[in-house]
């Protein structure tokens, strides 16, 4: 990945992190891409985003944000779920997700 491509990357994330009511933090190792897939659909359906990225560029794009205390979390293959309107519902989609696929484990999250 190129330079520009990483800041632009950092960039996007750290907008949609800036504007997220809620953030979840899940470990998808051992997930296969359709499971990712319907993670990410279950996620879009209400109105959210399930982002992967590297953890230092993660860790650049969480900087002055609501989600600074995930920072301490970023170890391993994460996929950020960020939700833009109800919490609740972010919430309730990442559980579900997580008792439908027992590799999909949960990290942490923070609201607001």
Do not use: W
């Not at 499971?35 to 900087?63: F, H, P, S, Y």
């Not at 979390?73 to 972010?90: E, T, Y």
Request: proline residues 4%.
């Amino acid at each position: 990945m190129r330079r520009a491509q990483k800041i632009e990357n950092v960039d996007t994330l750290h907008q949609e992190l800036g504007r997220a009511s809620v953030t979840v933090l899940a470990e998808y190792r051992g997930l296969t891409a359709g499971q990712m897939t319907r993670l990410r659909r279950a996620v879009r359906e209400v109105d959210g985003r399930c982002r992967v990225a590297k953890n230092t560029l993660a860790q650049r794009a969480i900087a002055d944000t609501s989600c600074e205390p995930l920072k301490a979390l970023l170890r391993g293959p994460l996929a950020m779920i960020i939700g833009f309107s109800d919490p609740v519902a972010i919430a309730k989609v990442a559980t579900k997700m997580a008792d439908e696929l027992p590799k999909l484990e949960i990290k942490g999250a923070v609201v607001g």
